[in-house]
């Protein structure tokens, strides 16, 4: 056998010995239980801790107010939308909260009473607060975290959540 054959020969067995190794890997991902497909999946909805934001008395329909969770680093704000909406809660199901930084870069975001969207002045994404921080406009790829919340019998408003990952952070898990 010459030279070259002997190297095409060589190339030939390492090509085959990669594919077997890649079927190997395909094999064993195809027998992955569901909870661990899940978890290779990554689901966005991770656990806080619940933190109080408010009181359903402290809000006034389309007026934003300031709030920060799960830290004081995470600025966001709790809304009262006047009509019921995805993730919404409280007696009219229209009460909900989102972060104002940018899931594009972290800009901070101001409200719109007008269109009630979140918008960025960084790179013009903006976000639909009726409709769960669904991304409309602009340079961001997820739609903007949604604080989960739920209202005690006193009114209280508590966040235990997010619906995605808040900017800055590599895991939504503190
Ligand atoms: Fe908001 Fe770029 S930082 S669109």
Redesign the pocket.
């Known amino acids: 056998m010459s030279r070259c054959s002997r190297m095409v020969d060589l190339g030939r067995r390492r090509f085959l010995r990669g594919g077997a190794v890649a079927a190997a890997g395909a094999a064993s991902a195809a027998v992955m239980s569901p909870r661990s497909a899940d978890a290779a999946a990554g689901s966005a909805l991770l656990e806080y801790p619940e933190n109080r934001l408010g009181n359903v008395a402290d809000l006034t329909v389309n007026e934003p107010l300031d709030i920060a969770y799960p830290d004081a680093d995470s600025p966001g704000v709790l809304l009262k939308l006047g009509q019921p909406v995805e993730g919404g809660v409280g007696p009219d199901g229209d009460i909900v909260a989102y972060s104002v930084l940018?899931p594009?870069?972290?800009?901070l975001?101001a409200y719109n009473a007008a269109d009630r969207t979140l918008n960025?002045p960084?790179?013009?994404?903006r976000f639909d607060c009726e409709a769960g921080g669904q991304q409309i406009w602009?340079?961001?790829t997820q739609n903007l975290p949604q604080f989960t919340l739920r209202v005690d019998d006193k009114g209280d408003i508590y966040a235990d959540g997010a619906s995605d990952l808040i900017f800055g952070r590599p895991s939504n898990v503190l």
């Not at 594009?104 to 800009?107: A, D, L």
């Not at 960084?122 to 994404?125: E, L, M």
Request: proline residues 0%; glycine residues 22%.
């Open positions: 940018c594009h870069k972290g800009w975001m960025c960084g790179h013009f994404s602009g340079h961001a």
